[in-house]
């Protein structure tokens, strides 16, 4: 083992004063709680790394409800912590087995998820026992998960034991909050730390990212107050109920079709997703979502993720025309979103028929995205007809459609039905009936496409398209604002 000297004189330039009385807290339970944009994550990773290469006898796991989650935060984060020390030479990464290894003297971190509890009762490390768990996004574990954890906290070891869970406050019905916070019964102040943190705490936090918490005051006072200065309390108004958290029992192949949009971002994410549909359901089952990286890092990172196929169409954020550039001249097959005034509220009407599997595994970005997606609210705290606008990029990426048509098997973009076959409802002036269709082409490349907007939704269509309203049939193009379309349910 290399004998080394580490100097941690100026470690306190790279942490936020609101958080230095945790790396020296002598408590075996820790909950730091707080707001978006704390700065807590960053601060627990940075203490991991200390303990790893400055504090002998120190082993570490990083948990999160799924092991698949790690690869999109916890471990760049940790990765991101040794670079900004300059301290890649001494720490090594085992990248499959998901480990890093102090060269300093055997300290190690490991990543583990709670879907495989088997490995949890099991964890060994080269040197020791397990010292030290810190639970990320521990709003996702149940309390079951917790005690299992704790359990694992056993045995004569250098070091006090901890174990420390970092969250969001959501609901305050939780049983963080009920344990940790209002029954002092078994976890008091003898032996646990409740840390609370904002994005007011965060000197480091870019000034678009605090702009857009600030934001939050004027569109949602409730939402403000629980997502950005991270108060206990209940989010109402969720856009999403029809949602189901399940592993996706299909491969790609098997879906009937696979649709794919990208929102694009640098400080806020940059998200891919794919929805598959099969026998009539919509299933989320992969995605990329990453972020502070360029377009040219987004590609290469999914050259090896293999989330987006070059030969796979791809719908994308039409208001970054140079980002789309950078993708097709990367060979992908990216196309702009055909995007009008309400063609948002449209596509999550689309998402919001039938129930929407997402497997949190794969897309833990969105699962985490639609559990706080909520409707704005007025000053006298009603719903409004527009969602709040904030931490939807996973969201973006699946409602960047076009034109939606009722299949027999569910929604589809009426581009995704050329050269196919099947069964659509079609209203015959009389009834909406099923009716097989057997040619669909695209056609008119040219020609005048007219955006009607009415108060439940958009319609795209050229001009000479017949509309049904209160007075009969009539083109797209001879409509006037006094008409009135007549809304048929199938």
């Not at 820790?30 to 203490?47: L, N």
């Not at 009920?178 to 002092?184: A, L, V």
């Not at 409602?399 to 027999?408: L, N």
């Not at 939704?457 to 050229?462: E, G, L, Q, V």
Request: some cysteine; hydrophobic content about 35%.
């Amino acid at each position: 083992m290399p004998k080394c000297r580490i100097d941690f004189t100026n470690y306190r330039q790279w942490i936020n004063p609101a958080f230095l009385p945790l790396w020296s807290d002598p408590h075996r339970f820790r909950v730091v709680c707080g707001g978006a944009g704390s700065g807590k994550s960053v601060d627990r990773h940075f203490d991991k790394v200390k303990k790893l290469v400055a504090e002998p006898g120190h082993n570490i796991a990083i948990v999160r409800k799924s092991a698949v989650s790690h690869n999109i935060s916890t471990i760049p984060l940790i990765r991101k912590c040794i670079s900004d020390w300059n301290m890649g030479a001494i720490i090594h990464e085992q990248k499959v087995l998901k480990q890093f290894t102090s060269l300093a003297n055997g300290n190690q971190i490991r990543f583990i998820g709670l879907d495989d509890l088997e490995k949890i009762k099991s964890i060994t490390f080269d040197r020791g026992i397990l010292t030290d768990v810190m639970v990320e996004e521990a709003s996702e574990i149940t309390e079951q998960d917790f005690l299992q954890l704790n359990l694992r906290l056993r045995g004569n070891a250098p070091v006090p034991f901890s174990l420390e869970l970092l969250l969001n406050p959501i609901s305050d019905t939780h049983w963080i909050k009920h344990k940790f916070i209002d029954d002092k019964s078994v976890y008091n102040d003898s032996n646990t730390t409740v840390h609370h943190s904002t994005y007011l705490d965060n000197k480091f936090l870019d000034k678009e990212y605090r702009e857009s918490l600030e934001r939050l005051k004027y569109e949602d006072e409730v939402y403000y107050k629980i997502y950005a200065l991270g108060e206990w309390g209940s989010i109402g108004n969720l856009v999403f109920r029809n949602i189901v958290f399940a592993p996706c029992p299909y491969s790609e192949s098997d879906f009937d079709e696979v649709l794919v949009g990208q929102d694009f971002g640098f400080n806020h994410r940059n998200a891919i997703e794919k929805i598959g549909f099969k026998d009539g359901k919509k299933y989320s089952f992969a995605e990329l979502y990453t972020r502070l990286k360029t377009n040219d890092e987004v590609i290469a990172e999914n050259e090896v993720a293999k989330i987006l196929r070059k030969d796979q169409k791809c719908v994308a954020d039409s208001a970054e025309p140079k980002s789309i550039l950078d993708w097709q001249r990367a060979g992908y097959y990216i196309e702009p979103a055909k995007k009008g005034p309400d063609s948002v509220r449209q596509q999550i009407g689309f998402l919001n028929r039938g129930t929407w599997y997402i497997d949190p595994e794969k897309c833990p970005g969105l699962a985490s995205e639609v559990r706080m997606y909520k409707w704005r609210t007025d000053k006298d705290g009603n719903p409004m007809d527009e969602p709040v606008k904030f931490k939807d990029d996973a969201i973006a990426a699946c409602v960047t459609g076009d034109t939606i048509v009722e299949t027999e098997s569910g929604g589809k973009r009426i581009d995704s039905l050329v050269g196919q076959t099947g069964n659509l409802f079609s209203f015959d002036g009389r009834n909406c009936r099923l009716c097989h269709f057997d040619s669909v082409s695209l056609t008119r490349h040219k020609q005048k496409v007219y955006n009607i907007k009415t108060s439940a939704r958009n319609i795209r269509c050229t001009g000479d398209h017949k509309i049904l309203t209160d007075k009969g049939w009539k083109r797209a193009d001879e409509l006037t604002k006094q008409d009135k379309i007549v809304k048929i349910d199938c």
